[in-house]
């Protein structure tokens, strides 16, 4: 991993608020799939899908 990729991905996440993973992500694709794998072997819960829960959705302001 190119020290300048996890520095820019520090930049992004104090100066702009970008997630930190997801900048990583962007400038090193490779970094995915170790991600991915990491997660799997720490039984880490992941999102594959977001559904709306039309109503909750319509009691929001």
Request: no cysteine; charged share 35%; net charge negative.
């Amino acid at each position: 991993m190119p020290l300048e990729a996890i520095e820019e991905a520090l930049r992004r996440w104090v100066n702009r608020g970008e997630a930190f993973l997801a900048v990583l992500v962007e400038r090193e694709p490779r970094v995915e799939q170790v991600l991915l794998r990491a997660a799997e072997r720490a039984s880490v819960p992941t999102i594959k899908r977001v559904v709306v829960a039309e109503d909750v959705l319509l009691e929001v302001p």
